[in-house]
């Protein structure tokens, strides 16, 4: 043992004393799975996901090539975590891509792992779904597929169904900065747009 | 400088009470709407009362199985007493990478322990990378006002002006909030993809898992945490959490308490090194520095509680009109009236607990239930106590008082001394005192000697 952890522990324990007092934590507000799972939760999410300044758009699953094309348009270099579902538009897999090719991306097209209502938030999974967390960083564009069924009322309901085991990132909204007079602005070092399309 | 001193310098800059006031205001009806549309907001700050409370009473036990997951998942945990300690960690690690060029992501703690200052001695650049950071280091002469948001005394005109002056030179930036935030992107967008080595803070470090979170807004903290090769995190040693559900509390709370958003636009949460994705190399450093010495005051240990939202500063009619720089501390507003002269000792900064009037909105708002009012009044007790020489004017009053009090006759016999020469005495002894109160006459007939005459002895 390093002597400054024994010195910081032995501090640690002479300040609190022979026996603390251990505080149950009540735990009364509402836990995962309380509130209930239906559709309406699903239009939330699309509403305070929008409030963001992100663009929503809501497709069955069979339109979904479709609707991406129409977002990106034709001639962009798209990126995409390896092995990504068929967009039917060329695209290049992230099969270990360089920062300078990172950089050289127009956008990526990502999934998700879970999408939280009560938020707005996407929550992305470092893995074949999302990709890893530099692919949905360095391009400037980001258009994050959000599967319906994976739409879940509250942040209780999001931590409980997430683990330690990848990198976990919660995006809501396109990257905006607060520091200019406390106002919202968007579009500072992560992606300045977001397109959320959610489908199912 | 105390507190008072140095607060007669910023009031009398009105266009810093302007800016301030300005932000202020909007970022409190935001907080009340944001908080508002959470019907279960109370017993979620029941619940992160006591979280930190449960942590701080089982602190060596989360601190041991923190370490323990960290370094399962393949980072290296260091321990560090003091700041020096820390920054000796640090320098040591940048330089076996072999950089004299570290990107920082916004770092209460870094601050604390003056880190850039400490790196550039050995001669290693820490560039800050949030956009208000970067604000207060391109102007040598500015400091940091704020917990949040360290640039809140510029309005956007001089942050503009700033800009054009240095990363943006010889371009008009016009007046749109968005083309600052365009030049910051520019100016540190090539440093985001080829510095090696990042230093970050922490908002949490789970110890059940080993996992640390980093909540923010623009991308530069997520530049930071995912870009560079070496990523070294210092942390408080209070910041650690004892379970992954602990975070569902603390990602409703934080926000909602800070930018007064439901979600801050991305927070992250990482467990070690994930081949692959991220940096390969993990540091994270737990630090001391005087947070013993507050846990070991019963009443002010709740200090250690704060999760860095600064809510109560903008609530604080006193923070508000002064500005942050009065405190001439790393944590100004309420929060650090009371964190910082027990973090750094009473001797340090014995003016800043009277830096309040008292009012009670910084424990309204406060999402961990802190009890600043009191912890306040407590130090202030214990800044007469231990700080105060015994031979001071008021010391020795408050004796005198004691004394005066202990029997009738004595009692009676200060009344009559009183009603002589309490004005004349008390100004001589006590300017200060008087300075900006007024000094009640002595009643002419005390109630006892009224009582004699209309009763007799009784």
Redesign the interface.
Known sequence: MSTAKADILARVRGALGPSPVVPEIPRTYRLAGTLVRDAAVVDLFCETVSEYKATVHRVAESALPDKVRAILGEGLRVGVPAGFRDLGLPVIEDRGLSVAELDELDAVVTGSALAIADTGTIVLVSGENSGRRALTLVPDHHVCLVAASSVVPSVPDAIAALGPDAPITLVSGPSATSDIELDRVEGVHGPRRLDVVVFG | MSFQSAAKVTLKDAQLRR?IG???T??REKRLRAVAEV??WE??R??GE??K??T?????EQ??KL?AAVTA?GGVV????DGA?ANAIVASIAKRVGTDEVIKVKSLATDEIEMNEALEAEGIHALE????EL?VQLNPEDKQSHI??P??HR??AE?RTLFEQTIAQGQSLGNE??A???A??LH??NK???VPMAVSGANFG?AE???IGVVE????G??C???PRVLVTLMG?EKVLPA??D???F??LL?RSS?A???????????GV?P???PQEFHLI?L?GGR??V??DEVG?AALHCIRCSACLNVCPVYERVGGQAYESVYPGPIGAILTPQLNGLGSAPSLPWASSLCGACYEVCPVKIDIPSILIHLRGRVVREEKSRLTPEALAMKGMAAAFSTRRRYEAAQRLAKLGRGPIVKAALPGWTAMRDLPEPPKETFRDWWKREHGEG
Not at chain 2, 129 to 132: K, Y
Request: glycine share 4%; proline share 5%; hydrophobic share 45%.
């Open positions: 800016n300005k932000a202020t909007l970022i019907p279960d017993p979620l029941d619940a006591a979280i409370a449960h701080m009473a089982t602190l060596p601190l041991e370490e998942a260091h321990w560090a007493r300690e990378t949030d956009l208000a604000i949040l948001v640039a809140i309005n956007r942050i909030a968005s600052i935030a365009e910051a992107r540190l967008r985001f993809l080829t789970i898992t080993g996992t807004s623009e991308g530069n997520r530049m945490l995912t870009m040693i992954w559900q975070l569902e509390v990602l409703q926000p930018t958003e439901r979600m801050n636009p991305y927070t992250s949460l990482w467990t994930r692959g994705d991220g737990l001391d013993t010495n846990l070991a240990r």
